[in-house]
């Protein structure tokens, strides 16, 4: 059972090992009463509860890190119980939504609901034990669509999923989307893929930037990431039919393009991707 305890405590960040404790203002507290009261069974209002805290404590955190946000333009502030999706979204103007998932005590998995899954830049694991005083930020996962996340994923052997490379992350987003131009690479590219975000490739692009050192090894991360994309949206002959710019062709009439075609025509998209991204 969750109490809560009243403290002292002014609003604060405590940042020990990697992980960040935020302490809980009674601010998110009134605003998860209000939501969680609003719902149909004690199970939804607990969840709504838990998940209004976690957004809370995660804006908290970005903004002492002056990365704006705005718990209002999210889906998960002011909850419909109509429509009882399980999501801890938090909007960031300009960017995009990031998902802010509650971790109990003991819990060990966590499951992204369906409605969470799509469209994130990133997913937070906030950390709750029995009194909700503070919750503790255990790490993020960044520019990665994710069905689970394992809490062992936040231990210091992966220090990429570091709670800290979170603002780090957005700003190199922010600034990558900044410089996009209607006519360049990566606009050409976004617009055939229809993304659930417009921030979603960029913010994929940027995680193989974080996570891969070797300009080879990002290409071909690249590569994949396109692939893998253009298999969601349709199939990747079709994708690179409609950016056949990108193919080396001996013959420009040619109906249809080869298998080895298709190959260097996703090859030439990344290695121009790859150059975009370098500036």
Same mark, same amino acid.
């Given at each position: +059972? ?144 994710? !069905? ?64 891969? !050192? ?54 030439? +998209? ?10």
């Amino acid at each position: +059972m969750f109490e809560i305890e009243e403290t002292n405590y002014q609003e604060m960040i405590i940042h020990d090992e990697g992980k960040v404790t935020v302490i809980l203002p009674q601010e998110a507290h009134q605003w998860a009463r209000i939501f969680a009261a609003k719902q149909d069974d004690v199970e939804s209002g607990r969840r709504v509860y838990l998940n209004t805290l976690a957004v809370f404590a995660v804006s908290f955190f970005l903004e002492r890190h002056r990365i704006e946000t705005d718990l209002e333009a999210s889906d998960c502030w002011y909850p419909n119980p109509m429509t009882p999706f399980d999501v801890a979204d938090l909007y960031l103007p300009d960017l995009g939504q990031i998902e802010c998932r509650p971790v109990l005590p003991d819990q060990r998995h966590i499951e992204i609901p369906e409605d969470a899954r799509n469209g994130r830049l990133a997913y937070v694991a906030v950390q709750f034990s029995e009194v909700l005083d503070r919750v503790v930020l255990l790490g993020v996962i960044c520019g990665e669509s994710r !069905s689970s996340i394992y809490i062992r994923e936040f231990s210091p052997s992966k220090p990429e999923n570091a709670i800290a490379n979170l603002p780090i992350f957005l700003n190199k987003v922010k600034e990558l989307a900044a410089h996009r131009q209607e006519d360049d690479v990566l606009s050409k590219v976004e617009a055939d893929l229809e993304l659930s975000s417009p921030m979603e490739l960029v913010a994929r692009l940027q995680r193989i930037l974080m996570l891969e !050192s070797e300009p080879s090894l990002q290409r071909s991360a690249i590569e994949r990431t396109l692939k893998e994309l253009a298999r969601q949206e349709s199939t990747i002959r079709e994708f690179a039919e409609s950016h056949r710019e990108f193919a080396v062709l001996s013959d420009e009439e040619t109906e249809d393009l080869t298998d080895e075609q298709v190959e260097s025509t996703f090859r030439q +998209m990344a290695a121009d991707l790859w150059r975009y991204l370098q500036g």
